[in-house]
């Protein structure tokens, strides 16, 4: 098991908001708190190395971005993808069901649907 999926798994579901930050100083912007569990959760997400494992990816699918996050959803969803088998297209879409985040959810899916239809 990557340590950095142990950190994601840790870490959870990074907060909302990433791409509507305001700018320091105003009403709304993020705390440093919040600040700084994005940047772990950048830096986690920046260390894996692809292909993750089943098991990893079983984690991964819990502790997706329900925002974007200026394209670290996409290094997110390519690893959980690096598990794809053709042979095992049930058991992906099962694993996709599993995703705590609706916007990613509907990413996996449609990027699976893309393939069987091209498939066909």
Do not use: H, Q, Y
């Given at each position: 098991m990557q340590d950095a999926v142990l950190k994601i798994k840790d870490l959870g579901a990074p907060p909302?908001?990433?791409?509507?930050a305001a700018c320091p100083g105003d009403e709304g912007f993020p705390s440093d708190e919040t600040l700084d569990l994005w940047e772990e959760y950048q830096n986690a997400v920046?260390?894996?190395?692809?292909?993750?494992t089943w098991e990893e990816a079983e984690i991964l699918i819990?502790?997706?971005p329900t925002d974007h996050m200026a394209g670290i959803e996409w290094t997110i969803l390519h690893?959980?993808?690096s598990t794809f088998a053709p042979e095992s297209i049930e058991d992906f879409r099962s694993l996709i069901e599993k995703?705590?985040?609706d916007m990613m959810k509907n990413m996996l899916l449609e990027r699976l649907q893309n393939y069987i239809n091209n498939r066909e």
């Open positions: 909302e908001g990433f791409e509507d920046d260390s894996i190395v692809r292909p993750v819990k502790c997706c690893c959980i993808e995703c705590n985040s």
